[in-house]
């Protein structure tokens, strides 16, 4: 999964993510911290910092799977922009 799924999956559910998960994941993916940064920032080790990240990820794809929230507003979009090219010819 590339930066930019993640972060479509992380605009989507990151409110089910834990306090300290959304903080991370915040830092890293929307402000472009580097993982021994938010360690720093955090207090915590590189890879503490790491495996938060590999594990948000995973969860998030699972949230994904069982919901398929994003993949609805994905078609969502879609279907809406499909509309305004048709009302605009």
Do not use: P
Not at 9 to 20: F, I
């Amino acid at each position: 999964m590339d930066k930019f799924s993640f972060i479509g999956l992380w605009d989507v559910y990151s409110g089910l993510l834990t306090e300290t998960q959304q903080e991370i994941t915040d830092m890293y993916f929307n402000l472009d911290l580097t993982v021994s940064e938010i360690a720093k920032v955090k207090g915590v080790s590189r890879q503490a910092v790491s495996e938060c990240l590999k594990g948000c990820k995973i969860q998030l794809e699972e949230y994904e799977e069982k919901l398929h929230f994003l993949k609805r507003m994905r078609k969502l979009t879609e279907e809406v922009e499909n509309l305004k090219k048709l009302l605009n010819n």
